[in-house]
């Protein structure tokens, strides 16, 4: 181990967002899913701001300071809001048991951990190991959107693949312009809001936030 | 030579005296948490005195294994307490033992705790015996895999060799040791039955596990069975703090750091248990068929330990 210190707080956050991302898949209660992923958001802000202090890349503190307002304390707010509005505050049944899901997590790890190699090798950063990590937790993300049934874990799992896909992009090229951040960003807002508004609209019609009722979905 | 026998006798005495209060502190911070008046510091001693002045009430179809089981868990629980280094790292008996035949101590106390609660025929006592047969198959891979993660660092599954590798050379963060020390936590609780795979202070039959096996013991067994509880907790406190907060503990060799490997010790203790009583009171203890799914997530996330060790620490 020859890292400076940063760098091997910024690999330390990086398994913690993975840590977190099977935190997720394994949560069964909404107020525990938001709660979860709160903390990947600042996990994720946390290990922005040290990639820009150390890498001297100023517009990551803007990403940092964004992912922070954003991820952190806005939408979880929003979040925790509507399931009061909403009264969802129960268990959520995955479609397939956890352990299940879990040991298709593990292999969905394995399978990014070694496409990650090749592509890491390439990019110049110094985080690049990282890239692995930040690939595994978009899967994982993505294989929590698959297996909840709820509109409201599958949200939450959008959000954090967005969360690996922001990570991923820190790692391999030290983030991307401001602009596409920005927008990005404007992006997950309108996404939360306009589906926060979807909510109402699938309990009205269908008195449930089960989305499995939206594939028998007719014109009458 | 001579001093590491010294030091060696010396550990495994201080576990031995230890124990008891390290289980007394967890009661104390839980009762302060609950809003309860709490009870002695000194109680679980009290406790042992109270039981060993007893005499003891055998039940009738007991064979000679109920009588010497609780010697032999007893024994067991002072040897592994034998192998972590607590205090310096200087442990003559520690090439006899290494990680894997500590799991193999363990092992051994449990099958002969399961083995006496069998022997008498009770209701309780076989149920107890299969929760535990449950659980403990659950754990164990995932504990070894804990192991196996510090080993891949240290390149070594000696306890000596992975305190010194971790803690007196130069510092590094390893991810992969965050992994394992969560899997740590829910593998000792479900090792150590306390709260959310068993709840140490329950008679009830719906969800006992442990206390299920020993209802049986009383005097001077129970007081054996009770100190060897106290011993599991405090090697299992002593094993987290030697993979993952060894920093305080005396090199070999180095008595002058004793006094403040004795200091960082009690300290990290008193933090440790001040941590289990607050896991245990934000907790709720979990129904028992949830358990093999909590054991599984641990034993995927030491799996995951080691994948990030070779993805980041190589």
Known sequence: MSLTYHLQVVNLLAALLLLIAFAMLSQRRIVGLITLFAWQGAALATSTAIVAWSTGQHHLYYSAALTLGLKVVLVPWYFFRLIRQLDVDREVEPMINIPTTMLIGIILVIFAFNLALPISQMAGTVTRSTLGIALASVLLAFLMMITRSKAIPQVIGFLAMENGLFFAATSATYGMPLVVELGVALDVLVAVFVLGIFFFHIRETFDSMDLKHMERLREK | MTTGIALQIGQTLLALVLAPMLMGWVNVCRAWLQGRVAPPLLQPYYNLRKLFHKDAVLAH??????????????????????????????????????????????????????????????????????????????????????????????????????????????????????????????????????????????????????????????????????????????????????????????????????????????????????????????????????????????????????????????
């Open chain 2, 61 to 314: 179809d007991a064979t000679r294994l109920f009588r010497f089981a609780p010697y032999i868990i007893f024994a067991c629980m002072v040897l592994a307490a034998g192998i972590v280094p607590t205090l310096a790292n200087d442990l003559p008996f520690s090439p006899a033992a290494d990680v894997i035949a500590l799991v193999g101590l363990f092992a051994l106390a449990r099958v002969f705790q399961a083995l006496a609660a069998l022997d008498i025929g009770t209701a309780f006592g076989s149920l107890g015996a299969r929760r535990e047969m449950l659980i403990a198959f659950l754990a164990e891979p995932a504990l070894l895999m804990v192991f196996f993660t510090a080993s891949l660092i240290s390149q070594s599954t000696e306890l000596p060799h992975i305190v010194d590798r971790l803690a007196h050379q130069e510092f590094a963060l390893y991810p992969s040791l965050a992994f394992a020390a969560v899997a740590f936590w829910m593998v000792s609780t479900a090792e150590n039955a306390r709260i959310p795979v068993d709840n140490p202070t329950t008679h009830l039959e719906l969800t006992m596990i442990h206390e299920a096996m020993v209802l049986e013991y009383s005097a001077r067994h129970l007081a054996m069975i009770e100190w060897a509880v106290a011993l599991k907790l405090f090697t299992y406190s002593t094993l987290g703090i030697a993979l993952f907060l060894p920093w305080g503990i005396a090199p070999a060799g180095d008595l002058n750091a004793l006094p403040l490997a004795l200091l960082a010790l009690a300290l990290k203790l008193a933090i440790g248990g001040a941590a289990l009583a607050l896991l245990e009171t934000v907790n709720a203890k979990m129904r028992l068929f949830r358990a093999p799914e909590f054991l599984g997530t641990a034993f995927l996330l030491a799996v995951l330990g080691m994948l990030t060790h070779f993805l980041l620490e190589v």
